[in-house]
């Protein structure tokens, strides 16, 4: 069975940066042929939308919140997908979860994707 794995997550202070990363394992889908979308939800708000990278290469930015700071990016292979953020926030604490959609365009909204990931935690203390 196909799983999408997100590590890299933890704790960080304001300011500083880390890096999420995203892969898949299990047979049937191959993530440099689709479109990845990262979301995230923090504690009590709904799950929002932040960045997607199509099969192209294509970059979608969903939420104003993250615009300057973080990036989506493949790996060589296109079969890691990174999330770069940079001057992270106290409100940028939340479960971020990676998503792939298997079609070369990026989903409209969450519900537009095939697997979800887990979810790793990113807490950002002030």
Same mark, same amino acid.
């Given at each position: 069975?196909?799983?999408?794995?997100?590590?890299?997550?933890?704790?960080?202070?304001?300011?500083?940066?880390? /890096?999420? %990363?995203?892969?898949? !394992? #299990?047979?049937?889908?191959? $993530?440099?042929?689709?479109?990845?979308?990262?979301?995230?939800? &923090?504690?009590?708000?709904?799950?929002?939308?932040?960045?997607?990278?199509?099969?192209?290469?294509?970059?979608?930015?969903?939420?104003?919140?993250?615009?300057?700071?973080? /990036?989506? %990016?493949?790996?060589? !292979? #296109?079969?890691?997908?990174? $999330?770069?953020?940079?001057?992270?926030?106290?409100?940028?604490? &939340?479960?971020?979860?990676?998503?792939?959609?298997?079609?070369?365009?990026?989903?409209?909204?969450?519900?537009?994707?095939?697997?979800?990931?887990?979810?790793?935690?990113? /807490?950002? %203390?002030?």
């Amino acid at each position: 069975q196909f799983e999408l794995v997100e590590s890299g997550g933890g704790l960080v202070k304001a300011g500083e940066s880390m /890096t999420l %990363s995203c892969s898949g !394992s #299990g047979p049937g889908v191959t $993530l440099a042929h689709s479109a990845i979308t990262w979301f995230r939800q &923090a504690p009590g708000k709904e799950r929002e939308g932040l960045l997607c990278i199509s099969r192209s290469g294509y970059i979608t930015t969903f939420t104003d919140a993250v615009k300057g700071r973080f /990036t989506i %990016s493949r790996g060589d !292979s #296109g079969n890691t997908i990174y $999330l770069q953020m940079n001057n992270l926030k106290p409100e940028d604490t &939340a479960v971020y979860y990676c998503t792939i959609r298997m079609m070369a365009a990026c989903p409209k909204n969450e519900f537009d994707v095939d697997y979800w990931g887990r979810g790793i935690l990113v /807490t950002v %203390s002030s």
